[in-house]
């Protein structure tokens, strides 16, 4: 079996970090074959492995059956039209769905071979090993400092540690240099795109393994977008990235992988005088392939902007 | 229950596809290479008819047509610089602007061939001289016209298959040269360096129109299956 710290191991199967300590106690899981096309094996570098899985808003199925792997260290990129079901899966990812009261998932999503919605699994552990930055910068309404130190403090960090800390995420996240002189100051007075990269500092202060970025830069100038983009290059070998984006060139430009979703219609539901659309996910492969020439006809019409 | 993925709808609310303009726009630029080729091919044309007849006139008209060839090319060029800045093409629609871009080069590349052919015209006389050197130059224009025009079918018609035959080469014309360099090396008389010197202008430039259109099949065959194999076969 591989060597990969982070991979299960153990007659009870637990996760563990690098340090090998034990974070989810979960039964033995399952591993299959999975759909990327790739010369390693899925198994040594996967930290996510979507198996058939569905999400169900009540009654109304947003996602249907998308089977992908997410692989460690490298950028993930979901690209589709708008209401494809990227977020809704990028959200299944750390759990923030379960903060939908109607909110539903089918098929598993493996955790380095756990299944993350077991009920022995710790949500609240998994939103910390799996950050998220959203698609507008959401600072606190505190200090630039206490805004980094905020989920250190929570998780336990010894106060002695905090400087360190601070100064470690605000430097990760290209930041350090523009603030340093002014940790105490509010962070609702920095730039837009200052404070995205305060967001990215904070959701790394906790050490995430996996770091989720829903549109993080929907919000910024093409200056800071650039920034953002040049961030995740330095940040992704130590951490494993997944971004939904709408601007196919950023896809192109930072992912090593992309996942292209679409909307089916059901024509039956329409019929009916209800408009049933449900994200599929169409093709999953090397950034490279899916920018050059993509298996799926559908792929390819959507990339070069025939339809979207 | 029959599903309809959204992809395969027109996206527009007035049920027009999706940046109209800009598919329109790389249409255009089939059709215009198209046309580039057509000219290509009426001045390989002329090439030929002056080689048989040694008709100055048609000559003129063939260097008067390539400085059109050349003005297309460079129009062409620029029409592919500005949509890879304006509309960031990918896929197929990139393949489709880079691949214009190294086939008008090697239209105008196979234009000026024929030019140097054609401006043989005055001393059309000289390659006459020996009745097995003509035929060789006159089967040899065949051949690398009959291989363009193939190169131009693939194009035209987006055909793989046909692309994949131009690709391949032609042996014949290696073969047919190899003849000619050994029936020079046999000229005698007093006219014998200046018809080997013709002859040769006019063998070498109609064996590299043959390879240029070979280049063009690798090129085609990498437009339409977006295998890069096909960029190496198109530098051998």
Known sequence: MSSDPTTVTGTESNVSDEDGESLIRVPEPEVRATTVTDESTDEQHAVFDLQNLSVYYGPFRAVRNVDMVVRRHEITAFIGPSGCGKTTVLRCLNRMNDLVPSARVEGKILHHGVDLYDPAVDAVEVRRRIGMVFQKPNPFPKSIYDNIAFGPRIGGAPKSDMDDIVEKSLRQAALWDEVKDRLDASAMGLSGGQQQRLCIARAVAVEPEVVLMDEPCSALDPIATSRIEDLMQEIKDQYTIVIVTHNMQQAARVSDRTAFFITEVSEAAQGQGGDQRTGLLVEYDTTETIFSNPADERTENYITGRFG | ?236
């Not at chain 2, 214009?100 to 080069?105: C, K």
């Not at chain 2, 987006?158 to 131009?166: H, I």
């Not at chain 2, 099949?217 to 190496?232: E, M, S």
């Open chain 2, 1 to 236: 229950m029959a599903d309809r993925p959204s992809g395969e709808a027109a996206d527009n609310a007035d049920g027009t596809p999706a940046r109209a303009t800009y598919q329109a726009e790389l249409e255009q630029l089939r059709l215009q290479v198209e046309l580039m080729g057509v000219r290509v091919d009426q001045n390989l044309e002329r090439m030929r008819s002056v080689l048989h007849h040694g008709d100055v006139g048609e000559a003129g008209l063939a260097i008067e047509a390539d400085d059109e060839i050349d003005a297309m090319q460079v129009s062409l060029t620029e029409r592919c610089y500005d949509l890879l800045a304006r509309e960031q093409p990918v896929a197929s629609d990139l393949r489709l602007i880079v691949s214009v871009v190294r086939i008008t080069a090697e239209l105008e590349r196979i234009g000026d061939l024929a030019l140097r052919v054609a401006k043989l015209a005055p001393d059309q006389g000289l390659l006459t001289r020996s009745r097995e050197v003509f035929d060789l130059l006159a089967a040899l224009a065949d051949l690398a016209l009959e291989h363009y025009r193939l190169a131009l079918r693939a194009f035209a018609g987006q055909s793989t298959e046909l692309a994949e035959e131009v690709s391949a080469g032609s042996p014949e014309v290696s073969l047919l040269t190899d003849r000619l360099v050994g029936e020079v090396h046999r000229l005698q008389g007093e006219d014998a360096v200046s018809v080997a010197m013709k002859a040769m202008t006019a063998g070498q430039a109609l064996s590299r129109i043959d390879d240029h259109a070979t280049i063009l099949g690798a090129r085609l065959r990498y437009l339409f299956t977006g295998d890069p194999d096909h960029l190496a076969a198109e530098v051998r």
